[in-house]
């Protein structure tokens, strides 16, 4: 699918002139499309920190292709970009060693926009086509979104951009039935091999057999919530070379499965439909070999956006005695300090080519 789509993108004729006003007519030697490749590693999740879903370090490679078209008609483009990844170490991952491939991503750039405060701002809206093995797994249909971002400098050498988009993941499945023992051992630090299941069946959800063994687990499909990212970026350019970003992103996720509060629930936990917020933030630096070929380094970090203290009162034993109410507070954006097994964080570098 991808390849014919580029054959599709590099098909396509430059724009020429034409009595419609909504036409351009493209400078001479010009061509409509472009696009990057970029391969990299990254160092990431259990590298840093020690818990249960993050016993071993966690290094892998990857693979992107991007490709943009502009279309004839003023301010519309057309982009699609897809990815390959790689576990190279051996230990949580499921499938240690084995190329991955993601789904494709769409792109539509509209011509609508404004200007205010300095800032010059554009609309695209996006589609994803689920060839991936998770995505088939769950049984994506495609994933819709909707972007707004923008734009300014202050003077040659920083600029700032800012960003809101809105998305939702469609599903085939809204119940499924889940086998509990298939699972792929793996060896932890420790030299055991452990079997994961893939699920901890709730009361309501067992699927017995006729003898009453446990078979399998009865539940909701998979969440296809809406998910709202405002993020906001800036960028230093130090010389002709070299360049430093930061960015900062808050993700809320606004849920639409109600989580049943039941015997595997927790003192806090909370009926009907729920949301989770986090935050991401990310700091890179740039360096332009040419002008096709760029190197770059960066970190990033993602963790919840609030923290829970709890008020439970505990026995000598440590089994909660008396439970509280509890209370929310903010964590620091970047990284969350008081459980450090939260953050989910990497340290990247990649070369890619531009065309």
Same mark, same amino acid.
Request: include cysteine.
């Given at each position: 699918?991808?390849?014919?789509?580029?054959?599709?993108l590099?098909a396509?004729?430059?724009?020429?002139a034409?009595?419609?006003?909504a036409?351009?007519t493209?400078p001479k030697g010009s061509?409509?499309f472009?696009g990057s490749?970029s391969w990299? /590693?990254s160092?990431?999740q259990?590298?840093?920190?020690?818990?249960?879903?993050a016993?071993?370090?966690?290094y892998?490679?990857s693979?992107?292709?991007?490709?943009s078209?502009?279309?004839?008609w003023?301010?519309?483009?057309?982009?699609a970009?897809q990815?390959w990844?790689?576990e190279?170490?051996?230990?949580?991952?499921m499938r240690? /060693?084995?190329?991955?491939?993601?789904?494709i991503?769409?792109?539509f750039?509209?011509p609508f926009?404004?200007k205010?405060?300095?800032f010059?701002?554009g609309s695209r809206?996006?589609a994803g086509?689920?060839?991936?093995?998770?995505s088939?797994?769950?049984?994506k249909?495609?994933g819709?979104?909707?972007?707004l971002?923008?734009?300014?400098k202050?003077?040659?050498?920083?600029s700032?951009?800012?960003?809101m988009?809105l998305s939702r993941?469609?599903?085939t499945e809204?119940l499924?039935?889940v086998?509990v023992?298939?699972?792929?051992?793996f060896v932890?630090?420790?030299?055991?091999?452990l079997?994961?299941?893939?699920?901890?069946?709730r009361?309501?959800e067992?699927?017995l057999?006729?003898?009453g063994e446990?078979t399998?687990c009865?539940v909701?499909?998979?969440?296809?919530?809406?998910?709202?990212?405002?993020?906001?970026g800036?960028?230093y350019k130090v010389?002709?070379?070299?360049s430093?970003?930061?960015s900062l992103?808050?993700i809320?996720s606004?849920?639409d499965?109600?989580?049943?509060?039941?015997?595997?629930?927790?003192?806090?936990?909370?009926?009907?439909?729920?949301?989770?917020d986090?935050?991401s933030?990310?700091?890179?630096l740039?360096?332009?070999?040419?002008?096709?070929i760029?190197?770059g380094?960066?970190?990033?970090?993602?963790?919840?956006?609030? /923290?829970?203290?709890?008020d439970d009162?505990?026995?000598?034993?440590?089994?909660?005695s008396q439970?509280?109410?509890?209370s929310?507070?903010?964590?620091?954006?970047?990284?969350?300090?008081?459980?450090t097994?939260?953050?989910?964080?990497?340290?990247?570098?990649?070369?890619s080519?531009?065309?």
């Open positions: 699918m991808m390849r014919l789509f580029v054959m599709i590099f396509a004729a430059p724009a020429q034409s009595d419609n006003p036409m351009t493209a061509f409509p472009s490749v990299g /590693h160092l990431g259990g590298s840093f920190v020690r818990n249960y879903y016993r071993n370090a966690a892998s490679q693979l992107g292709l991007s490709g078209w502009s279309l004839p003023k301010g519309y483009s057309l982009s970009s990815g990844g790689m190279l170490t051996t230990g949580g991952s240690n /060693h084995e190329l991955n491939y993601g789904d991503g769409l792109g750039g509209l926009g404004f205010a405060l300095g010059k701002f809206i996006g086509i689920p060839i991936s093995k998770a088939r797994f769950m049984g249909v495609t819709l979104s909707g972007a971002s923008g734009g300014r202050f003077g040659d050498k920083l700032v951009s800012l960003s988009s993941s469609f599903y809204r499924r039935t086998d023992s298939d699972g792929r051992g932890d630090t420790n030299g055991n091999t079997t994961p299941f893939n699920q901890i069946c009361d309501e067992l699927v057999s006729g003898a446990v399998g009865r909701a499909g998979v969440n296809g919530g809406i998910n709202l990212s405002s993020s906001i800036v960028s010389d002709k070379k070299l430093a970003s930061a992103a808050f809320n606004f849920k499965y109600s989580m049943p509060v039941d015997g595997f629930a927790s003192s806090f936990a909370q009926s009907g439909i729920g949301r989770s986090m935050t933030g990310s700091l890179g740039g360096y332009a070999y040419s002008k096709k760029r190197m380094l960066s970190m990033s970090s993602t963790q919840p956006a609030l /923290h829970w203290s709890s009162v505990a026995d000598e034993n440590g089994n909660i439970v509280g109410q509890g929310w507070t903010p964590n620091f954006p970047w990284w969350d300090f008081r459980t097994a939260n953050n989910y964080s990497s340290f990247s570098g990649s070369v080519y531009s065309f």
